[in-house]
C-alpha cells in the first residue's frame, strides 16, 4: 500500500505539469467549471453538489497554508436545466455540456478543470475525438458510466464504470468456490423499457452490447419489458437458473410480484451500487430471499460539514474530485519551490491515471485509465436470521475474489448458489416417455425426408426471417481482413454509419437505416424481400437486416478493395501508365454498366444514389454497384451526382441513374475529383448552377474532345449523351452496355486478339511496372543507406562504424596509453559580452575549421567540440605506440602558431589566447549515442586549462619525459599541481582595475610560447 501511495504523490506532481503551465495566472487562483443537471431531482444535482465543492475548497485552502502555498481554488458553476424538453434528465442532455463549454471558452472562462456532467450523454461529446472536440482540460466525473467513455484521455470517473461490472461478471462466472461448484455461463439480462435510472441504464446496455466481453463469452439472453419477464417464467423451458438485473430492493420485489411463483434453484442478480440500506438496515426485506446483490462496501463519510443530509455517492463523489485536483496543484507548487523552479514531470494519456488517495468517501484508487476501482461487496440474505450478510468481496483492480464469508447460510439447496443450467427431473411419467419417443420419431423421418431439400430450405428460411439475424451472430472480422481502403475513404457515410462485421463466414459492412425503428410497413418488407432475391456478379449481396440497440442496419456484402472513388484517387498503386489504362477505364465502365442494367430490369428498377462511392472493388478488381434499393428507409440526398432534375424536385428515377453514370463515367475516363471543372471548385455552387441553369447553357464538367483520338470521341460522346439536360434523350443501360462492349472490342484492333492474349498482355504490362517500382525503392533504399554511413563515419571513429554495422553494438575497450588534448579560448565570456551571436558563430566556426585541418596532418582524433571547449585524443581508436605524445605536442605547436597570428575580424586590435591542457594515462572508450571517454587523463586534462597561462601548454611529467628522450625540445617547468587540482596562486590581483580580465590580458606584454 505504500508503494501504491508514494505512485500516487508522484503521479499527482506530474499530473499539474501540463495543467499549471497551461492555467496559470497572475492573482495566483485557479478555476473549475462545474457543469451539471440544474434540478432537484438526481442524486448529482447542482443544489446538491455545490455546497459540497465549497466545502472541499476551503478544506483545500487549509491543506495549502500548513505548507505556506498562497494559491486558491475558485468554483464556476454552469448548470444545464432539460425541464423544458419532451424528455427530460440524462436523455436530453447530449448537448448541454457541449455548449457550456463552447460559451465558456468564447467568455474566455474556461478553468484548469472540469467538474461533470454525471450524464454518459452529455460527457461523450466533450470527450469524443471523432466528433471534431479537442478537449484541453481534463474532465473529473461522478458518472458517465458508459462504455462510449472507457478510455478517454482526459476522462476520469471516480464510481466505478460499466466497464467494472462487466469485469466483475466476467471474473465471477469462471470462479468455483465452496458455496459455487459449477462455472457459470448462461444468463439472463432483464432490460427495462422505460423509467431506469442513469447507472441502471448503462450498466445492463454494457453487459447487453454485442461487442462487450462478457456478452461475447457467454450464452447470455436479453429479456425486455415486463412481457418479456412475463413469458421467461411461463415457458417451460428455460436456458438458465440466473437472472440479472438493476435496481433497488423495492424493484426486485416488483419484479418477483409480476412473475409469480419463483424456481427454487433460480437466482437473481441484483445491482444496486450506490445504496447504504443494505448497511444502514440489515434485516432483509420480504422477496430478497433468492436474490445475490452487487454493492459498494460500507461508506463512513467523514466531512463534519453542514451538508450530511444530502450527502450520496456522486456528492461526496465531486467533493473529492475538489480534493483530488487541488491536492494535483499543491503537489506541483511544492515540487517547483523544492527544484527552485524547474520540474521535469511529464503527463501521461490520462491526467488522474494510476493515483491512489483519500477523501470523503475512503480510500479512492483509479486505475491507469482514471477509471475507479473498487471492491465490490455481494449481499445476501441469511436463511436462519434473514439479515443481509456479505457473502464476498470483489477488487476490481486486481480481478480477485475474496472468500470473506466461509459457512453462508445460503436459501438454496445444499447451502450452495445454483448451478447456471437447469436441471431436468430424474423421473418421468409414462405420458411424458411415449410423448418424447413419438418426438423423436417424427423428427427422425422429418429429417430423412427433408435432407434432400436442404439448400432450398436454407435459402427459404433466409427469405422468410431476413428481419431476424440475431446481433450475435454478427462477429467482428480477423485484423487480416480489415481494409484499410474504405476507412481511407473519407465520406461521411464511410466513417461514421458503416460498421464492418462477420456474418455466415463472410465478411459484411452495415448500412444504418435511419428511418426506421425495425417496424418495417407492409411496402418495406416487400422491398428488402426483393434485395434477398438479387444475386447478380456485378451487384453486392443483400443478406438481411439486424437490430442493435444503438439502430436497425443493413448486412450487404464487402468488397475488400474499398470504393471506386478511392482506387481513382491512388495514383501510386493504380498508375495511368498500365494498371489504369483505357481498357481498364472502359472495363470499369462496362462492370456499371452491366450491375445498373440488370438492377433496372428487376423489381427494384432504380437505384436513386448512384456515385463513385457505392461502386466498389472486391479482390478480383470486379466492380460492384452498392446500396440499392431500400428507398423507402434511405435518403437520396443531393449532391454532384445526382440528377438537375432531382435537384430541383426531390424523388428517383432509371434516367436519373443515367445521369449519375455519366458523372462516374467522367471521374473514370479523367481521375480527377467528381465533377471536376478549371474554373469552379467550390461544391455548393456547382448544385446551385445545375439546379438554376442560365438559358440553353447547362453547366456541365469538363470533357475536352480536343487531341483525343478517334476511337476514343465515341466513349466521350457516351458520357455526354447520358449528362443531357432532357432525361428523355439519355439512353438507357442496355444501350449504353452495348456501345461500351462495341468500343472496347474496337479499342487498340481487339477483334484480333483473343481473351487470352489480353489478359497475358495485361499482366506482362503488370510485372514489368512491378519490376520498375522496385528497382526505384531499391535505388533510394541504397542511396540512404549510403547517406547513413557517411554520415557515421563523419560522427564515429571508422572501426567503430563498422563494428557497429556487422554486430550491432560497440563493447568497451581500454587503452594503456593515450594522450588527451583540451584547451579553451581566454576570456570567451567577456568576448560573447562585447559580440552579437551571429559574430561569436563566425568566430568559433574559423577558428575551429582552422584547427580541423590542422588535426587533418597529425595522427590524433577529434573527440568533441563544445561552446569555446576543443578536445583531441591520440593513441585511440587506433593505437600507435609510443608517438601518441609527439603527435598531440606537435599538434598543440601548430594550433599556438595558427592562434598568434590569428585576428579577430569584429575586434580588431584584441588578441586571441587559448588554454591548453594535455594529459597521457589509460582511458576507456564507449559508444552509446556519442563517442565517450572516461578515466583519470580525461578528467584531469579538464582542470589543467584553469591553472594555466594564457597562449602557453602545460605537460603532465610523464609526457615531458617521453619528449626529453626523444629530443629536440625545450621546457619551463612550473608549480605541479596537486591531486586536489587545486587553483594557483597568481599575481592577478595586481591588475584588478575596473577593465574584464580579457582586456587586461590585452595590455599585457606578449607571453612566450612554452613547450
Not at 594564457?950 to 619551463?972: H, N, P, T, Y
Amino acid at each position: 500500500m505504500s508503494s501504491l501511495l508514494y505512485l500516487g504523490v508522484l503521479t499527482l506532481a506530474m499530473v499539474a505539469s501540463d495543467m499549471i503551465d497551461d492555467c496559470l495566472n497572475s492573482n495566483r487562483s485557479y478555476y473549475m467549471n462545474i457543469v451539471l443537471l440544474e434540478d432537484n431531482t438526481y442524486e448529482w444535482s447542482m443544489p446538491l453538489v455545490k455546497a459540497a465543492v465549497e466545502q472541499a475548497i476551503l478544506a483545500d485552502k487549509q491543506e495549502n497554508d500548513k505548507y505556506g502555498l498562497d494559491f486558491t481554488l475558485t468554483a464556476n458553476f454552469n448548470g444545464f436545466n432539460t425541464n423544458l424538453y419532451k424528455r427530460q434528465g440524462c436523455g436530453s442532455s447530449t448537448c448541454e455540456g457541449l455548449t457550456i463549454l463552447k460559451k465558456l471558452n468564447a467568455n474566455g472562462e474556461v478553468g484548469c478543470v472540469m467538474l461533470g456532467p454525471s450524464c454518459t450523454y452529455a460527457t461523450y461529446q466533450l470527450v469524443d475525438e471523432n466528433i471534431g472536440l479537442r478537449l484541453t482540460i481534463p474532465i473529473i466525473s461522478a458518472g458517465s458510466f458508459g462504455l462510449s467513455c472507457d478510455y478517454k484521455p482526459k476522462l476520469t470517473r471516480i464510481l466505478p464504470p460499466a466497464r467494472k461490472i462487466c469485469d466483475f461478471f466476467l471474473h465471477f462466472m469462471n470462479e468455483t468456490l465452496p458455496f459455487k461448484e459449477e462455472r457459470w455461463s448462461r444468463f439472463y439480462v432483464y432490460k427495462k423499457t422505460n423509467n431506469a435510472s442513469e447507472d441502471c441504464f448503462w450498466y445492463i446496455n454494457a453487459l447487453t452490447a454485442p461487442t462487450n466481453k462478457f456478452m461475447l463469452g457467454t450464452n447470455t439472453e436479453p429479456i425486455h419489458g415486463e412481457e418479456g419477464l412475463k413469458k421467461l417464467f411461463q415457458s417451460p423451458k428455460r436456458h438458465s437458473n440466473i437472472l440479472i438485473l438493476c435496481g433497488n430492493t423495492d424493484e426486485m420485489i416488483s419484479v418477483k410480484e409480476l412473475v409469480g411463483q419463483i424456481p427454487k434453484d433460480f437466482l437473481f442478480i441484483l445491482i444496486d451500487v450506490y445504496n447504504p440500506d443494505y448497511y444502514l438496515n440489515t434485516t432483509s426485506s420480504a422477496g430478497m430471499e433468492s436474490v445475490l446483490v452487487v454493492t459498494l462496501p460500507q461508506r463512513n463519510y467523514t466531512s463534519g460539514s453542514s451538508f450530511n443530509e444530502t450527502i450520496n455517492d456522486y456528492v461526496a463523489g465531486y467533493h473529492d474530485g475538489t480534493l483530488l485536483f487541488g491536492k494535483a496543484l499543491r503537489e506541483r507548487m511544492l515540487s517547483i519551490q523544492k527544484y527552485n523552479g524547474n520540474d521535469n514531470g511529464s503527463l501521461g494519456d490520462n491526467p488522474f491515471g494510476n493515483i491512489s488517495f483519500y477523501g470523503m468517501g475512503g480510500h479512492y484508487v483509479l486505475d491507469e485509465y482514471g477509471d475507479r476501482d473498487v471492491n465490490f461487496s455481494i449481499i445476501y440474505t441469511s436463511a436462519n436470521t434473514a439479515k443481509y450478510k456479505t457473502l464476498l468481496l470483489f477488487d476490481t483492480s486486481l480481478n480477485k475474489t475474496i472468500n470473506y464469508t466461509q459457512n453462508p447460510t445460503l436459501p438454496w439447496a445444499g447451502n450452495k448458489l445454483p448451478p447456471d443450467e437447469p436441471k431436468m427431473p430424474d423421473e418421468f411419467d409414462m405420458q411424458e416417455i411415449i410423448v418424447i419417443v413419438l418426438s423423436l420419431s417424427v423428427v427422425v423421418v422429418t429429417g430423412v425426408a427433408l435432407i434432400f431439400y436442404r439448400q432450398n430450405r436454407k435459402e427459404r428460411c433466409l427469405q422468410k426471417k431476413w428481419s431476424h439475424i440475431e446481433p450475435h451472430l454478427i462477429g467482428p472480422l480477423d485484423e487480416k481482413e480489415v481494409s484499410l481502403k474504405i476507412d481511407e475513404d473519407k465520406r461521411k457515410d464511410s466513417i461514421y454509419f458503416r460498421q464492418r462485421g462477420r456474418y455466415d463466414k463472410k465478411p459484411v459492412i452495415m448500412k444504418e437505416l435511419k428511418t426506421t425503428e425495425g417496424d418495417f410497413t407492409e411496402d418495406q418488407r416487400i422491398e428488402l424481400n426483393t434485395l434477398l432475391c438479387i444475386d447478380y456478379y456485378n451487384l453486392t449481396k443483400f443478406y438481411g437486416t439486424v437490430k442493435f440497440e444503438y439502430g436497425v442496419y443493413g448486412v450487404f456484402e464487402l468488397c475488400q478493395r474499398g470504393s471506386l472513388r478511392y482506387i481513382l484517387s491512388d495514383r501510386i498503386s493504380y498508375p495511368d501508365e498500365t494498371f489504369m489504362d483505357m481498357e481498364f477505364k472502359i472495363s470499369v465502365m462496362y462492370d456499371i454498366a452491366k450491375g445498373m442494367s440488370y438492377l433496372h430490369s428487376s423489381n427494384i428498377a432504380v437505384h436513386g444514389r448512384l456515385k463513385s462511392s457505392n461502386c466498389v472493388v472486391d479482390n478480383r478488381m470486379v466492380v460492384k454497384i452498392t446500396d440499392f434499393g431500400c428507398n423507402t428507409m434511405l435518403n437520396t440526398g443531393k449532391d454532384l451526382w445526382t440528377a438537375p432534375e432531382h435537384l430541383r424536385k426531390f424523388g428517383v428515377s432509371p434516367k436519373g441513374d443515367v445521369y449519375s453514370y455519366a458523372i462516374i463515367a467522367h471521374e473514370i475516363v479523367m481521375r480527377q475529383a467528381p465533377f471536376y471543372t478549371e474554373y469552379c471548385t467550390d461544391v455548393r455552387e456547382k448544385i446551385y448552377r445545375l439546379q438554376h441553369p442560365i438559358g440553353h447553357n447547362v453547366f456541365r464538367p469538363d470533357l475536352n474532345f480536343e487531341g483525343v483520338s478517334d476511337r476514343e470521341i465515341e466513349l466521350y460522346t457516351l458520357i455526354k449523351n447520358c449528362w443531357e439536360e432532357d432525361p428523355e434523350r439519355r439512353p438507357d443501360f442496355k444501350r449504353i452496355e452495348l456501345t461500351l462492349g462495341n468500343i472496347f472490342s474496337n479499342l487498340h484492333n481487339q477483334a484480333t486478339e483473343t481473351y487470352m492474349d489480353n489478359l497475358i498482355r495485361r499482366l506482362q504490362m503488370y510485372s514489368r511496372t512491378l519490376e520498375k517500382l522496385v528497382e526505384e525503392r531499391t535505388a533510394l533504399y541504397k542511396a540512404e543507406r549510403d547517406r547513413a554511413d557517411r554520415l557515421n563515419f563523419m560522427l564515429l571513429p571508422g572501426p567503430v562504424v563498422r563494428s557497429l554495422k556487422e554486430t550491432g553494438s560497440v563493447e568497451p575497450e581500454l587503452f594503456e596509453e593515450v594522450t588527451i588534448y583540451f584547451s579553451d579560448i581566454v576570456g570567451f565570456t567577456t568576448l560573447c559580452y562585447y559580440s552579437t551571436p551571429m559574430e561569436v558563430v563566425d568566430m568559433l566556426n574559423e577558428i575551429y575549421k582552422n584547427f580541423d585541418s590542422i588535426l587533418d596532418h597529425h595522427d590524433v582524433y577529434k573527440v568533441e567540440t563544445i561552446g569555446d571547449a576543443y578536445m583531441v585524443a591520440s593513441g585511440l581508436p587506433k593505437r600507435n605506440g609510443n608517438r601518441h605524445a609527439l603527435d598531440i605536442a606537435h599538434m598543440a605547436l601548430d594550433i599556438l602558431s595558427f592562434v598568434g597570428t590569428f585576428e579577430l575580424e569584429h575586434l580588431p586590435g584584441i588578441p586571441l589566447w587559448i588554454r591548453i591542457g594535455v594529459h597521457s594515462g589509460s582511458a576507456a572508450l564507449n559508444t552509446d549515442m556519442i563517442l565517450s571517454l572516461h578515466g583519470l587523463s580525461n578528467t584531469s586534462k579538464n582542470h589543467f586549462p584553469e591553472n594555466f597561462q594564457s597562449l602557453q601548454k602545460d605537460l603532465a611529467e610523464m609526457i615531458v619525459l617521453s619528449l626529453e628522450k626523444r629530443g629536440g625540445d625545450s621546457f619551463k617547468k612550473r608549480k605541479t599541481l596537486s591531486t586536489k587540482i587545486r587553483r594557483r596562486e597568481t599575481n592577478s590581483s595586481a591588475q584588478s582595475d575596473s577593465l574584464p580580465e580579457y582586456f587586461h590580458l590585452a595590455v599585457t606584454e606578449n607571453p612566450s610560447t612554452y613547450l
